[in-house]
């Protein structure tokens, strides 16, 4: 027998929303910081633009504005999946509800952080030096894997001879559409789900 769901309502302007929100926003300004610094050490060039605001000029680094980018694309996501998602059995009781609405607000904040961090690094980490030396200590104890790895290689070569410009801008929108991807893959698996006056 199949049970009923209903939709939470949730407060935004709550101090557990907005907490987390900031805490998105901040660890999104670092992982761009760091993205950034270990992108500008390998090639990409690092510009810093005056920008006049009446008599004020503020200094501003050029490879830093995707950041601002970067932010909304996070904390509209887990919004998204929070509201898309945030459904309880039909009499659940006010302390199931906010429980369940608390582990919700963290567990979407660390997963669409999670993506986003793992998309970004992850081909840099496929073609670094640590992980070729990885791979060739597993094929020397496992040879029947020689073949993939080869081609693992191969796949990662292309974009390990790209510019620095070009990889900040391929790896920032792979990264971004996978965010992208994963949410509303995952709210349309959860709402399926949880669809409203199901029985």
């Known amino acids: ?15 557990r929303g907005i907490g987390i929100a900031l805490a998105l926003l901040l660890a999104s300004i670092a992982v761009s910081m760091i993205f950034v610094e270990y992108m500008a050490a390998r090639g990409l060039e690092d510009r810093i633009e005056t920008v006049q605001l ?6 501003v680094r050029v490879v830093l504005l995707p950041s601002i980018g970067v932010m909304l694309l996070l904390v509209f996501s887990w919004a998204y999946l929070v509201e898309e998602t945030a459904y309880v059995r039909a009499t659940p ?16 904040a660390a997963l669409v952080t999670a993506v ?9 980490l496929l073609g670094s030096f640590l992980f070729l030396k990885f791979l060739a200590g597993i094929v020397g104890v496992m040879r029947f894997l020689e073949p993939y790895a080869r081609s693992a290689i191969s796949a990662v070569s292309p974009f390990s001879a790209l510019g620095g410009a070009s990889k900040y801008l391929i790896s920032l929108n792979l990264a971004a559409l996978m965010v992208v991807a994963v949410t509303l893959l995952f709210a349309r698996r959860k709402k399926k789900i949880f669809r409203p006056g199901r029985r």
């Open 1 to 15: 027998m199949s049970e009923r769901y209903k939709k939470i309502a949730f407060g935004w302007k709550s101090s």
């Open 116 to 124: 986003f961090t793992t998309t970004l690094f992850v081909p840099y």
């Open 54 to 59: 009446g008599p004020v000029s503020l200094p």
């Open 93 to 108: 009781g006010p302390r199931q509800e906010e429980a369940l609405i608390s582990i919700k607000l963290v567990k979407y």
